[in-house]
C-alpha cells in the first residue's frame, strides 16, 4: 500500500465534465445569494432602525435590538454583499476559471479518497463521495498548515 504524507500532493489526470451546465449552476446560487443577502441589508439599513425588524431575519432577543447590534449586522451584511460581487465578477471574468479549479480540487478528493478506503455511497444520487473521516482528516490538515505559517483571514466557499 502506498503511505502519503500529504492529503494534499496527490496529482490525477485532468477530468472532462460539462463546464457550461455547471458553471451555471454556481452562478445561479451566487445570484441567488447575492439577492437574499441585499434583502437582509434592505432590513437592517440603519435608517429604518426605528422599525421592528423581522425575526427571520435576525435573531429576536433585547440583546439583539440595541443601535450598535443593528450597526454590526448591516456592516456585516454590506461586507457578504462585497464579497459575493467579487465572486460574481471573478466568475465572469476568467470564464467559469474558478468553478473548473474548484470541481478538478473535488475530483482529486474523491479520487485521493478512493485511495485511503475513505469513501461512502451517497443515498440520494448513489454516487461514491469521500466520507466524514476523510474531511475530518483534511480540515485538520489545513488547520495544522494554518498555524504552522500564521495564516488567518475568511475565503467565501460556495457549495
Not at 135 to 146: D, L, P, V
Request: aromatic share 12%; with cysteine.
Amino acid at each position: 500500500m502506498q503511505v502519503q504524507d500529504s492529503l494534499f500532493n496527490d496529482r490525477i489526470e485532468p477530468i472532462k465534465y460539462n463546464e457550461s451546465a455547471t458553471a451555471g449552476k454556481v452562478y445561479n446560487y451566487l445570484e441567488y445569494y447575492y439577492q437574499d443577502r441585499k434583502g437582509k441589508l434592505f432590513v437592517l439599513e440603519p435608517g429604518l432602525r426605528g422599525q421592528k425588524l423581522s425575526s427571520d431575519k435576525v435573531q429576536s432577543g433585547s440583546g439583539n435590538n440595541s443601535t450598535e447590534d443593528a450597526l454590526i449586522r448591516y456592516i456585516d451584511a454590506r461586507r457578504e454583499i462585497e464579497q459575493c460581487e467579487k465572486a460574481l465578477e471573478y466568475l465572469s471574468l476568467t470564464e467559469w476559471g474558478i468553478l473548473k479549479h474548484r470541481y478538478m480540487e473535488y475530483m482529486k478528493d474523491v479520487d485521493v479518497a478512493k485511495r485511503m478506503q475513505l469513501t461512502t455511497n451517497d443515498r440520494e444520487s448513489n454516487v461514491i463521495i469521500p466520507n466524514q473521516t476523510y474531511w475530518y482528516r483534511k480540515r485538520k490538515e489545513a488547520n495544522h498548515f494554518a498555524q504552522m505559517f500564521a495564516i488567518t483571514g475568511t475565503i467565501l466557499m460556495v457549495e
